[in-house]
């Protein structure tokens, strides 16, 4: 049984603690590219939450569909406008089939780490591969492991304090240099009560995702930096990446 860390507290504050990812101009460039990927194909969204890309999404006419594994998340996401055309399916991404082929299946901010053992996240892309159509798109936005930037001895990176985070902070720690394990943790301050959210997760390097990538038939496409299609270097602090399976 996979570990839900967004239990109804969580999914009821996602929207308003993540603020800087919902950002018109963030979602704006998402968007744009999973629409030119799709074209006149559908959309499969792993981890869908709740629906911070998928309802845009489906505004550019795309019929979008999702896989959830936090039954909170899925309510919040139904709770919203419109939500009745996502047709959300319970359950792990990794395992989870869904009916029908896709143009593009997409896993965006960072969650491919959720799955926390290579096992798991080689399982969803051959899982997301099994969804695609032939010459069917692959898109994973996810950060570059930070460990260039501890210095000996230390084990933590503050990964947010930025202004637009109501009251929200948050740093990386990274616990297992072997099974490349961290965990982030989340403070959310409401008046005097602080609250911890404490999530466990795999940090993996573009070149082993390009092999589980390989592993499932997938090829590599395109590589940035971000979603607004800068080039990815070596400083990148993060990428999102499209393998294609080969055309039919
Ligand atoms: C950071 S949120 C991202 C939600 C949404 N994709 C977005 O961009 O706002 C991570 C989501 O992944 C879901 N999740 C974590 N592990 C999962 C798994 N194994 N299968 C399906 N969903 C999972 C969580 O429940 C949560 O909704």
């Known amino acids: 049984m996979l570990p839900n860390h967004f239990d109804d507290d969580v999914a009821a504050h996602y929207d308003e603690t993540h603020a800087p990812q919902f950002d018109p101009v963030v979602i ?9 990927l799709a074209g006149d194909g559908a959309a499969l969204e792993l981890a869908v939450g709740t ?17 959830e594994l936090s039954t909170a998340m899925a309510e919040r996401l139904r709770s919203k406008d419109r939500a009745e055309r996502i047709p959300v399916t319970i359950g792990d991404m ?22 926390t053992t290579q096992e798991q996240q080689v399982a969803c892309f051959a899982n997301a591969a099994a969804h695609l ?18 210095p000996p001895g230390e ?15 948050g ?15 989340h403070f959310r301050a409401e008046g005097s009560h602080i609250s911890e959210v404490r999530t466990q997760f795999r940090y993996v390097w573009p070149s082993e995702l390009d092999l589980m990538a390989r592993l499932a038939g997938l090829a590599l496409r395109n590589r940035w930096a971000g979603w607004d299609r800068t080039p990815f270097t070596g400083g990148s602090p993060s990428h999102v990446s499209v393998w294609q399976t ?3």
């Open 133 to 150: 159509e032939p010459g069917g798109c692959f898109v994973v936005e996810v950060g570059v492991p930070d460990l260039r930037r501890l």
């Open 155 to 169: 084990d933590a990176r503050v990964f947010s304090h930025a202004p637009g985070y109501v009251g929200y902070v």
């Open 246 to 248: 080969a055309a039919g």
């Open 28 to 36: 704006a460039r998402t968007v744009d590219l999973l629409a030119e």
């Open 171 to 185: 740093y990386d720690r990274y616990i297992d240099l072997v099974a490349q394990q961290a965990e982030s943790h």
């Open 51 to 67: 629906g911070r890309i998928a309802l845009p999404l489906a505004d550019r006419g795309v019929p979008v569909s999702g896989i």
């Open 94 to 115: 990794a395992t989870t089939r869904v009916e029908g082929t896709f143009r593009v299946v997409y896993l965006v901010y960072n969650t491919i780490g959720n799955l």
